[in-house]
DNA sequence: CGTTGGGTTGATCCAACTCAAACGACGTGG
DNA sequence: CCACGTCGTTTGAGTTGGATCAACCCAACG
């Protein structure tokens, strides 16, 4: 398969980048494709590459010793991922990337990228952008899990997945996700997760079936996110 | 009081910066001191500046709704914070600095940070490397909190802090910090944190005092953070 | 059509939160 | 220097949200 290098345009953090800037990384890049269930890399690795997804999804998880995970990310096409191992020239990866569906993507070595950063403002600022985004997803993610309770924080975690990696379709919108992966994603149980959810199923704000879940009703989803206690 | 441009050379992001910048920045730049549990912003308010402690020690926290808040960061000496707000020009605090003691840090322009990030790379680089150690931060505690239990946790926050902000006196690590601090940090609360530090003192582990835990013996709480379970 | 793996549901349990009360270190003002 | 009020800390008792365990259901797929 080929890459077309305009279409790296769509990629954020290269939004700006000039059209040599992307036949250079699409040169000097290698598409690596994995199967299902399978990873791009693993926790501790050393952080050889940056990728950038050209098809499929893709999770970034984190284990601890015990090897119960979190779901960190999902990352969607033309999303870039890895990149912070891109700052620091003997970084280890602090997650592992497991792919969600077949996928493919482009391998940018780490030092090319530190490189291209020496001499091109945009794509400091975009990384950039990239990072603090982070940040403050992960603060606001760890002040919930540390003050809300399940059903508020299981609310607010399918918005948030809802806006990053919701797929429309005859204008509802769609999460191609299992409840493992929402209960790995909330900090949260797969049962806690399936009664929840069956329970905002007979409420008709969701509808369920295997492997994805279909908004019927954000806004009650925002209610519940934010609002009062349900009676 | 005056700042001599020389020691800013202490601030991690600007390790390699000239002294000519040195002084630029404390020539733009003003002197804000805030008193004990005074703010230097709240959380929400137009990110205007960037600082750099001066004197004294200041806390990151986000509150929910509710008001509920935990602790994100504990800021000392020449650390540089809120700077994330110099990245976007329109972009607001997402958390608040409160002032743990009487402190004083130097207010640096969001655009005049900007402007010098253009043309200045080891200010990029500094900046980022900021950001992924916050990053790398945020994700390992946010697995802490969604997987371990909070004897373990508490384990974690103090070593977290002890090298973040520990002072060594005597050979031995001390923290400045009350309990309440310490529940805010790990996500748990006061009455939990007393119960499990009186414990660990019937141990030896450590020793406590009003707003300060001393650490007799670092390794112990190593092996609770990491290892098996207590007998 | 059997196997596999996601999802459901009920019963049970316990870690940690909550609430209430008292303690004790510290600073302050008389 | 002592009396007092404040605020961080301690401790006990009671409660519970949600994890855990076990069993079963059912849709997808080879």
Redesign the interface.
């Known amino acids: 398969m080929k890459i077309n290098p305009a279409d790296l345009n769509q990629v954020n953090v290269l939004k700006e980048a000039p059209l040599e800037d992307l036949n250079l990384l699409v040169e000097k890049s290698i598409l690596r494709s994995v199967e299902e269930d399978s990873f791009y890399f693993f926790q501790g690795d050393p952080a050889k590459y940056a990728y950038i997804l050209v098809t499929g999804r893709v999770k970034l998880v984190?284990?601890?010793?015990?090897g119960?995970?979190?779901n960190?990310r999902t990352i969607k096409q033309w999303e870039m991922f890895a990149a912070?191992g891109a700052?620091?020239p003997d970084?280890t990866y602090?997650?592992a990337a497991q792919a969600l569906e077949p996928s493919s993507a482009l391998a940018i070595e780490s030092s090319l990228l530190r490189e291209m950063?020496?001499t091109r403002?945009y794509l400091?600022?975009g990384?950039?952008?990239l990072?603090?985004g982070?940040?403050?997803e992960?603060?606001?993610?760890?002040?919930?899990?540390?003050?809300?309770k399940v059903e508020r924080r299981l609310a607010l975690t399918i918005l948030r997945l809802a806006s990053q990696i919701g797929i429309k379709s005859q204008g509802q919108i769609e999460l191609p996700l299992s409840q493992q992966d929402i209960a790995e994603a909330s900090?949260s149980t797969i049962y806690t997760v399936s009664r929840t959810l069956s329970e905002w199923e007979k409420r008709g704000l969701i509808e369920t079936g295997r492997g994805r879940i279909v908004m019927r009703n954000p806004h009650g989803l925002v209610e519940i996110a934010?609002g009062a206690e349900s009676a």
Chains 1, 2 share one sequence.
Request: a negative charge; charged letters at 15%; hydrophobic letters at 40%.
């Open positions: 984190q284990s601890n010793p015990a119960q995970q979190v960190l912070l700052i620091r970084a602090p997650v950063m020496q403002p400091n600022f990384l950039m952008q990072m603090t982070y940040i403050q992960m603060q606001e993610r760890y002040r919930e899990l540390a003050t809300e900090g934010e």
